[in-house]
């Protein structure tokens, strides 16, 4: 069954330092993998994908993501953090030959960012 | 400004009452989803359709009826509201099964 994990809760990071929020998967093939964010009482926005090709992808904000196969990881980083990148932050997978498109999500990582 | 609109975006009601929560999208996408989120437990489907005229069951369907009428607009319905379905409703949309998705803002919904 396809999964994700979203290993921490809560990530604290003091503003100016990198960030790194973990998510791992479990699919039976291959996988394409998101990032969104989510700002208090609003909904989700789209931060990055993994579809094929270069392991690194960047995405919005200045926001990057690192595919790694081996070990089904897809952890999100950013080389100075934002007070403003405070959020909830989210990352779901889909199994590439799922006929039902259906991404399955983790339960979201809260991201503070300390001044 | 193009995206996907949810209406309302709070409500309350009773136990029993029946209610429609409307989607609508203006960028042409196929793909229409209803989500719930609720604490701790991340953002679960409900139903979603591929296209105009379709709806399939997603991962917590029961309780719930969709309808695909139209391309851009998709309907969640509430037949007989209960307690457990006090949550935040997002829709989304994409325009295909491997592009990010675009979300509403979410309604609120409340059940007493």
């Known amino acids: 069954a396809q999964s994700v994990a979203q290993p921490e809760d809560q990530v604290n990071v003091a503003e100016g330092n990198p960030l790194t929020v973990k998510c791992t998967y479990s699919?039976?093939?291959?996988?394409?993998l998101f990032w969104y964010v989510q700002y208090p009482n609003r909904g989700l926005q789209f931060l990055l994908k993994?579809?094929?090709?270069d392991n690194l992808v960047k995405g919005s904000y200045g926001f990057e993501a690192e595919f790694n196969k081996s070990q089904t990881s897809f952890h999100l980083k950013k080389p100075s953090a934002l007070v403003s990148d405070s959020a909830l932050y989210f990352c779901?997978?889909?199994?590439?030959?799922?006929?039902?498109?259906?991404?399955?999500w983790g339960a979201g990582t809260k991201l503070i960012i300390k001044p | 400004n193009a995206g996907v609109t949810q209406t309302p975006k709070f409500r309350v009601l009773k136990t029993g009452q029946s209610m429609t929560l409307l989607c609508a999208q203006d960028?042409?996408?196929?793909?229409m989803y209803w989500y719930r989120q609720d604490p701790g437990m991340g953002l679960r489907l409900i139903h979603y359709?591929?296209?105009?005229?379709?709806?399939a069951k997603g991962e917590v369907p029961d309780g719930y009826n969709v309808s695909r009428l139209k391309k851009q607009n998709f309907l969640l319905g509430l037949e007989s509201a209960a307690p457990s379905q006090t949550s935040v409703y997002f829709c989304?949309?994409?325009?295909?099964?491997?592009?990010?998705?675009?979300f509403g803002s979410g309604t609120r919904l409340t059940v007493v």
């Open positions: 993994y579809i094929t090709g």
């Open positions: 960028m042409n996408h196929e793909y």
């Open positions: 779901a997978v889909r199994e590439t030959m799922d006929s039902n498109y259906q991404l399955i």
């Open positions: 359709s591929v296209g105009e005229g379709t709806t």
């Open positions: 699919v039976s093939g291959n996988p394409y």
């Open positions: 989304a949309s994409s325009y295909s099964g491997y592009q990010g998705y675009t």
